[in-house]
């Protein structure tokens, strides 16, 4: 199995993710540093960060190999005709590099009147959403009359020539069936390495059940890291939002204090079945620049 290490945003002091000349910093380090992936959020309402498809749009024009994710990019709310469309544009723009990956909600609670869907109808709207992204991406003529979309002979171009696998977040067991049954992959975030055993066994359960299989290697989570000489207040912050995450969990079991416990916290992923890692700073750093020499030499030996 192929285990790749790509790389959230890092931000920079106080700032976010970045645009402009920022976001061009990151991605020219990354393509430098021979990172395999950037994972851009989908973080509406947040300062210092731009739309997760026109950030990777931009990413693909500076860069000739790295690859390009959403991590994760909101379906329910959005129309997945303009979805696959943009998809689509993407990657004829950097061919073999697009790695989209889809949720449920907005991560940010002022985000969420943002993405509207009929009360209680979220999960139905992101599955149909989700079907019809996949008929766009893969069908020259789409016709769909389901619940929530009405489609006659509708088509995005270019269709990628090499189908687009179309990975979820989430990390609850019904999240887990979804996978299994209409989905590619999983990228989790905010769980433990046992939890994550759990729920790869549990998408492979629903993916039998629905005749179907998930590639061995279409398996991954975000990872949080403190990098060493974090300040101690940072961390206290980190912690405090791992909690508002994960309230059932210690949220030590949520962040890596230093390189050599991601490293072992990266093997321990890897013997629960994961091969694909974001790596995000849990903390500020002062340099991107350092932060990625350190994780070149800490964490990138780990890829095979």
């Known amino acids: 199995m192929k285990v790749r290490i790509g790389v959230g945003s890092v931000p920079v002091g106080v700032q976010g993710p970045g645009v402009g000349p920022d976001l061009a910093d990151l991605v020219d380090e990354l393509e430098a540093h021979r990172i395999d992936s950037v994972w851009l959020s989908d973080l509406v309402s947040a ?5 997760p498809l026109i950030g990777l749009a ?14 994760v990019l909101v379906l329910p709310g959005r129309n997945p005709a303009l979805v696959a469309a943009q998809l689509a544009g993407l990657a004829a723009l950097a061919p073999g590099r697009v790695l989209p990956a889809f949720g449920v909600r907005p991560a940010l609670a002022p985000d969420r009147t943002m993405f509207p869907v009929p009360d209680g109808r979220r999960a139905e709207a992101f599955e149909e959403a989700l079907v019809v992204v996949r008929a766009l991406l893969t069908r020259p003529s789409v016709t769909h009359h389901g619940e ?65 299989e998930v590639e061995e290697d279409h398996y991954g989570t975000n990872v949080l890291v403190a990098p060493d000489g974090y300040q101690e207040s940072d961390l ?23 390189w050599a416990a991601a490293r072992d916290e990266l093997r321990r992923f890897v013997d629960a079945g994961l091969t694909k890692f974001v790596v995000r700073p849990a903390t500020p750093v002062t340099s991107r620049r350092d932060f990625l020499d350190q994780l070149t030499t800490e964490l990138l030996p780990l890829q095979t």
């Open 58 to 71: 931009y990413a693909a024009g500076r860069t000739e190999r790295l690859k390009l994710g959403t991590g």
């Open 47 to 51: 300062r210092h960060t731009t739309d």
């Open 236 to 258: 206290d912050a980190a912690l405090a939002t791992a909690l508002r995450r994960r309230k059932d969990v210690d949220p030590d079991r949520l962040i890596c204090r230093g």
């Open 148 to 212: 929530f979309f009405q489609f006659d002979e509708a088509s995005v171009a270019p269709l990628p020539a090499k189908p687009l696998d179309l990975w979820l977040g989430g990390r609850l067991p019904v999240g887990m069936r979804r996978i299994g049954r209409l989905a590619d992959g999983w990228l989790g975030s905010f769980v433990t390495p046992e939890e994550a055993a759990v729920c790869r066994s549990q998408i492979e359960a629903a993916a039998a059940e629905a005749g179907r």
